[in-house]
């Protein structure tokens, strides 16, 4: 994989010696004995190369995988034109929300294929997800924490960043589901749980701040009905 890796990056023109240091990491043996061992210090980019073609069974390679799975995510929706052109907070809500409200209706319809059958069992596997992506609180957790009351939902009162935390966490299970054709409401739980954690992890390696701590904003139900008062006005 090291040797894929020197090759895929000559091949990119990009200078070896700034993605690739090879060096003599000794180790002990006892009674005073050491052996020498050849060792690497990888960039970033050197750590995409090896995980992206090395053995996904392995579970630091699964888990590199989704960590740079997440880290495209990222930057796709981040450089999406339609969201670039956005001119505010209250419009990237909008927009996220409208995405996370498709997209798990595609995650519900792949979980079901999965056999997360019922209401019931679907209810538990939306609690794996946020358990993994909040640090082991469920959906109810969650809302006390917010300070949310009954009638509140919890989507409709997160800022754009922790849209984006959930529609990451939504459309890598969705699509782990599906690329890796898993069945059994147990295993698509401890997936969701796995991919929530990884995108938990992803943002503590951003610097951000956990999703939990964020603060609530005002509802998204409000932002449609001003919307759409406003639009009411100027057409008169």
């Known amino acids: 994989m090291i040797n894929k890796a020197k090759k895929a ?22 009674k005073g004995a050491k052996k020498g061992y050849s060792s690497f210090k990888l960039s970033r980019y050197a750590c995409y190369l090896i995980v992206q073609n090395a ?61 997360v059958l019922s209401h019931l069992d679907y209810a538990v596997f939306q609690n794996h997800g946020y358990e ?4 082991g609180l469920n959906a109810k957790a969650v809302h006390y924490k917010k300070g949310l009351k009954k009638s509140q939902q919890i989507l409709d009162h997160m800022g754009s960043t922790e849209l984006a935390a959930n529609l990451f966490r939504a ?13 059994g409401k ?4 401890k997936t969701h749980f796995e991919l929530g954690k990884k995108v938990r992890q992803t943002i503590k390696e951003l610097g951000g701040s956990m999703p939990e701590s ?4 005002k509802s998204i139900k409000s932002i449609k009905q001003h919307n ?9």
Request: charge should be negative.
């Open 228 to 236: 759409q008062l406003t639009e009411k006005s100027n057409k008169k």
């Open 186 to 189: 147990e295993i698509a739980n």
């Open 55 to 115: 053995d996904p069974s392995k579970e630091v390679v699964a888990t590199g995988q989704t960590y740079f799975a997440i880290q495209t995510r990222l930057q796709e929706v981040q450089q999406m034109e339609n969201f670039q052109a956005l001119r505010n907070e209250e419009e990237k809500r909008l927009y996220l929300r409208n995405e996370l409200k498709e997209h798990n209706i595609k995650l519900a319809g792949t979980a079901k294929v999965a056999g």
């Open 132 to 135: 993994g992506l909040y640090g």
């Open 171 to 183: 459309t890598q299970t969705e699509e782990k589901l599906k690329r890796d054709k898993i069945k």
């Open 9 to 30: 990056c000559i091949n990119s023109r990009q200078l070896l010696t700034d993605h690739i240091e090879e060096y003599l990491e000794e180790i002990d043996h006892g």
């Open 214 to 217: 964020l603060p609530i904003e």
